[in-house]
């Protein structure tokens, strides 16, 4: 790919979601550009995950245009004025569009100052050379292609590379944009880039970021079509260990405990947990409350909290309790007040060495036994004249135990029959 060809970008672009549209209304702007993912994507003959649109002009504007062109009411236009970028979503896409700029960086690690700028500057901001791709929209110049002197080089040969020395010391959060995109793309970085990510955690770089501008970006490498790869390349980068010496990521941990979460299960909160484990199982800290705090700081809601919180504290506990597990109801007691990513962690940890069986017990609790309900509730006990109270929960839980271990047969009057006889 010697030369970047713009019109057969154009002509992809012709048969995306919003693309006809777009192109209509860009015609005679040569001020409108296609930058960012999408001529990289298009490029290498993929589709974009969305549309990035820079203007000369007012983006909000710019964003109306377009969304009355494609959807009229349902297409949903967000402005952030600040930023001089603005949204257009519908049921069919998106096409982010933002004001032509160049940004300067006030310190290290802060968000940049933006000023109005070129297209040609507006490529110079980008991370890495085969982001920073523009191709003209409309106007004479139509189809022609502005672009980092290495971009072409740098797709064909599967490359990221950042644009200047001081990139990473810029923007921090870059280097976890190249984990990203090596996972995503399957690009790897070129040597001096290697050196120059590996010299920016080194010398600490990622402590001048904002933990929530860190927690989401840690966000976005989990919302990955491939988080297990990406964050195994941010593992490989040091970026884990730079934000917590004892983080770190088990790729085949990972991937074995994946094989094991079912469907209803989050793969967020367990691949999180594995990043956690190590930290969870340190005895010279007090783990709970270092974990908790670590991921208030990367503001990660309540519910995520705990639930990442539960999964990475009680999934080493979990492996022995599983093996000694010697039936069904057994293995209620252990796992029914676990999070199945607990469950499904701890089997991944018991698989392939001792204790054994307990991955085993994992696996037959995630898939089978959790499933098991009663045909009876509490209001037949009630109506055959157990009176209300917490007996009630103790006879159904002893015939649900029975029913687990295959002492009953099917059917309510057989439930109905071992509720009234427990013992309880
Ligand atoms: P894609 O590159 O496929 O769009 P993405 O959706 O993860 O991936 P966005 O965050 O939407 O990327 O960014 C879009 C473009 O904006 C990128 O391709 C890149 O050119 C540029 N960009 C985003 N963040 C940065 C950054 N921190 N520094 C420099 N350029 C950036």
Redesign the pocket.
Known sequence: MAELQGQEVLAAVGHLAGGPELLELTRSREDAAL????P??LLLGGT???L?VVVGGDAALFAGDLASRIGGASAAITVHDRFGTAVVEWEGGRI?VAEQRAETYPSPGALPEVRPGTIGEDVQ????TV??IAVILGGPRRGSVQASPEAAADLAAARLRVLHER?FVD?P??LL?LA??RA?LGFAPEAHTALLAAEAVATGALATVSRARLGAELR?TLAEPDPVAALAALDELGVLAALDPQLGFDRDLATRALAMLPEDGRPAVLLLAVVLLALSMDGGRDAPTDIARLLDGFEFTATEREAVLKTAVLAPALVDQLREADRPSRLRDVAASSPLEGVALAGALASGRPPYGAAEAAHEWLRRWRHVRLAITGDDLLAAGIPPGPEIGRRLASVLARRLDGELSDGRDAELQAALEASV
């Open positions: 930058v960012g993912g999408a990289r994507d974009p995950r969305e990035d982010d901001r980008r991370d890495f982001n920073s990139s923007d959060t870059r944009r990203r995109y995503r976005l």
